[in-house]
């Protein structure tokens, strides 16, 4: 190739570089708290190609969360975020969490056999999601091997590097650790979201897989701080927490996760997403909560290891 035409080229890969927004966002952080919002992001990739529309898609958002929680990063907690849609791929599932149904050729990896995995990828919610919350179909054609490898490298494995690593500097700062897993519900569940449709959520939901995740003093921290606050409060329902908290915790280690769902009436209107009045009481609450998180050594409180 021609040296002008390398030049060219070169220019051309920087700006189509440039054009595309990174994959996630991570921000390091001095203290033991760890805090990402996987489901937040807003940017549906190109090669995406949904047949279904894109309001339906940004329905399936974690919308806001990420602003609820822009305060964190300044008081030192580590912040990881993803850009891209969660129905683009989701990092909060397993790469063995394949709809195979969905691909043109068969997948070449490990498929999952855990009940509680499958029971996710029959609601359409896998590693790819087949549909929406409401059922809608997204694809109107089969997935290629070759995408479905393509969005774990490009997006799955950089979410997950970020946050394990984030966890890993944590733990060596302070010798325990604190994740929290960031999310957001409709304030009633939709047909196809849970295994419980139209189910009123309460204000705010704390998971940790059935005690498995972290210490029962920390949830009950939680849980009280929040319930004091004049919230609602339910446990490990209908939301246990799913792959990233599963993976990345170790109670016994001082590695303690817990996801977090917050009710998206309290500060946002769900039909338009626009926020409304309730925002800053609850950044107010969340605030709050991250400060008690920040002042607790998990060591002293935790009795169960």
Same mark, same amino acid.
């Given at each position: 190739?021609k040296p002008?035409?390398?030049?060219?080229?070169?220019?051309?890969?920087?700006?189509?570089?440039?054009?595309?927004?990174?994959?996630?966002?991570?921000?390091?952080?001095?203290?033991?708290?760890?805090l990402d919002?996987?489901?937040?992001?807003?940017?549906?990739?190109?090669?995406?190609?949904?047949?279904?529309?894109?309001?339906?898609?940004?329905?399936?958002?974690?919308?806001?969360?990420?602003?609820?929680?822009?305060?964190?990063?300044?008081?030192?907690?580590?912040?990881?975020?993803?850009f891209f849609?969660?129905?683009?791929?989701?990092?909060?599932?397993?790469?063995?969490?394949? +709809?195979?149904?969905?691909? +043109?050729?068969?997948?070449?990896?490990?498929?999952?056999?855990?009940?509680?995995?499958?029971?996710?990828?029959?609601?359409?919610?896998?590693?790819?999601?087949?549909?929406?919350?409401?059922?809608?179909?997204?694809? +109107?054609?089969?997935?290629?091997?070759?995408?479905?490898?393509?969005?774990?490298?490009?997006?799955?494995?950089?979410?997950?590097?970020?946050?394990?690593?984030?966890?890993?500097?944590?733990?060596?700062?302070?010798?325990?650790?604190?994740?929290?897993?960031?999310?957001?519900?409709?304030?009633?569940?939709?047909?196809?979201?849970?295994?419980?449709?139209?189910?009123?959520?309460?204000?705010?939901?704390?998971? +940790?897989?059935?005690?498995?995740?972290?210490?029962?003093?920390?949830?009950?921290?939680?849980?009280?701080?929040?319930?004091?606050?004049?919230?609602?409060?339910?446990?490990?329902?209908?939301?246990?927490?799913?792959?990233?908290?599963?993976?990345?915790?170790?109670?016994?280690?001082?590695?303690?996760?817990?996801?977090?769902?917050?009710?998206?009436?309290?500060?946002?209107?769900?039909?338009?997403?626009?926020?409304?009045?309730?925002?800053?009481?609850?950044?107010?609450?969340?605030?709050?909560?991250?400060?008690?998180?920040?002042?607790?050594?998990?060591?002293?409180?935790?009795?169960?290891?």
């Open positions: 190739m002008v035409l390398k030049i060219l080229k070169h220019r051309f890969e920087e700006q189509r570089a440039m054009a595309s927004p990174p994959h996630v966002r991570a921000i390091p952080g001095t203290t033991a708290l760890v919002s996987p489901h937040s992001g807003t940017h549906y990739p190109s090669d995406f190609a949904p047949a279904c529309a894109h309001a339906q898609l940004r329905s399936e958002e974690d919308t806001h969360v990420e602003r609820l929680f822009n305060f964190a990063p300044p008081m030192g907690a580590a912040w990881v975020e993803a849609a969660r129905t683009y791929v989701d990092v909060n599932r397993d790469t063995t969490e394949i +709809d195979v149904t969905m691909l +043109d050729a068969p997948w070449p990896h490990a498929v999952a056999t855990d009940p509680q995995q499958l029971a996710k990828i029959r609601l359409g919610k896998g590693l790819l999601w087949r549909n929406t919350d409401e059922g809608v179909a997204i694809y +109107d054609r089969k997935l290629t091997v070759a995408e479905v490898q393509a969005r774990i490298a490009n997006c799955w494995q950089p979410y997950h590097q970020a946050l394990e690593q984030a966890i890993d500097a944590a733990h060596a700062r302070h010798g325990y650790c604190i994740h929290i897993n960031c999310h957001s519900m409709p304030a009633v569940a939709a047909q196809q979201a849970t295994a419980f449709p139209g189910l009123v959520h309460a204000d705010f939901v704390i998971g +940790d897989r059935d005690g498995t995740t972290a210490s029962s003093e920390l949830v009950n921290a939680i849980r009280g701080h929040l319930q004091g606050l004049g919230y609602s409060v339910e446990y490990n329902h209908p939301y246990k927490g799913v792959e990233l908290i599963r993976r990345y915790s170790d109670p016994a280690r001082q590695r303690h996760s817990i996801q977090l769902e917050i009710n998206r009436k309290l500060y946002m209107n769900e039909q338009t997403r626009a926020i409304h009045d309730g925002f800053g009481a609850v950044q107010s609450s969340l605030r709050s909560l991250v400060e008690l998180l920040l002042g607790m050594d998990i060591r002293c409180i935790d009795k169960t290891v």
